[in-house]
């Protein structure tokens, strides 16, 4: 299939609720990979979807993207958006898909990203918080070579954050086995390759946690201000396992102190690949993401605090969530 050509997505059900399937679908093919497509969309308020295709013959060595394109949307209001990305079937063609956000101007700055690993999930989700403006998102489909031919349909979906707000209740499971770095389970260093590491003879906590999407659950633990070889102090895990239903997570981690900076990773049990790294430079939080999971599996959720922090309590509230394709 040539530059230019055009293929509409093949049809992915919608969930009750849901907008149509495509509010918006791809028109310039042809030059969208530099002037971006003026879709009359906002990120905020009610859901839209984008739908396009990577095609054959756009691919660029240098960036190892088969194919870009290049949509113009707006923000009216700085709050959470909810993104999720979902790729034909023949992503397996695909070694990832990445979504850009530059600013517009003179001088355009990438103000977010997020990378999709098929790998991971079925599809890719996550949150952006982005100030009110005009933003160009550009869609890119990684891959090692080009596309042998034809096109991958693609759809982009943005939404309210569905609600994961920290609750007063008491909390579904408290730290049981922190003495002597029992629970500490992996050094991480984001200065080093790899980053992640398995501490011997450390484990998670088994929560018993089920994450489903109509209960929000809550972890509830203490960090101290050992030091360690690694960029934390102390470090917590605990083992969560997803339900049938649920192939998204929301994690909410926040803490009293002021003077600790307390970050998160996700790994799937047993594994040293992040699903997810929320480690925002903050000593008042919170660490906030949401992101696509795979149901009926275990996961570790890790909390660590920041050298140069403070010990500090915290809580980390879970919410699971279905994603209809």
């Known amino acids: ?32 990979d530099q002037t971006a497509e003026a879709t009359g ?16 013959n756009h691919f660029d060595s240098t960036l ?15 709050t959470p958006v909810l993104i ?74 943005f939404a309210p954050m569905p609600a994961c707000d920290e609750t007063a209740d008491p909390a ?32 998670p906590e088994a929560t018993s946690i089920v994450a489903d999407p109509t209960t929000a659950h809550s972890i509830a633990g203490m960090l101290d201000a050992t030091a360690h070889t690694d960029q934390y102090l102390d470090r917590d895990a605990y083992e969560l396992t997803t339900d049938s239903n649920t192939n998204e997570l929301a994690i909410r981690v926040t803490w009293p102190s002021t003077t600790a900076d307390v970050d998160y990773v996700i790994f799937e049990a047993d594994t040293m690949k992040p699903v997810v790294a929320s480690n925002l430079s903050s ?12 149901p009926s599996t275990k996961y570790w959720l890790w909390i660590g605090d920041f050298t140069g922090s403070t010990a500090t309590s915290y809580r980390a509230t879970v919410c699971g969530n279905h994603y209809t394709h």
């Open 1 to 32: 299939m040539g530059c230019g050509d055009n293929i509409v997505p093949p049809p992915m059900p919608d969930a009750p609720n849901e907008p149509p399937l495509c509010t918006y679908n791809e028109a310039s093919d042809a030059t969208n």
């Open 41 to 56: 969309l906002s990120l905020s308020g009610p859901m839209h979807a984008i739908c396009g295709d990577f095609s054959a």
């Open 64 to 78: 190892h993207s088969a194919d870009d394109d290049r949509y113009r949307v707006t923000v009216t209001a700085p």
């Open 84 to 157: 999720d990305v979902t790729v034909q079937d023949s992503a397996h063609m695909l070694t990832g898909t990445t979504l850009r956000f530059w600013s517009i101007g003179a001088q355009p700055q990438l103000v977010g990203i997020a990378t999709y690993d098929p790998t991971l999930a079925d599809h890719g989700a996550f949150l952006i918080t982005l100030p009110t403006g005009t933003y160009d998102m550009v869609i890119s489909g990684d891959a090692a070579a080009a596309l042998p031919g034809g096109a991958i349909a693609y759809r982009i979906r």
């Open 172 to 203: 579904t499971y408290s730290e049981a086995n922190d003495a002597a770095g029992a629970n500490d389970t992996v050094a991480v260093d984001f200065s080093k390759d790899p980053s992640f590491t398995r501490i011997a003879g450390s484990s």
């Open 283 to 294: 000593d008042t939080g919170p660490e906030l993401a949401m992101f696509a999971v795979k």
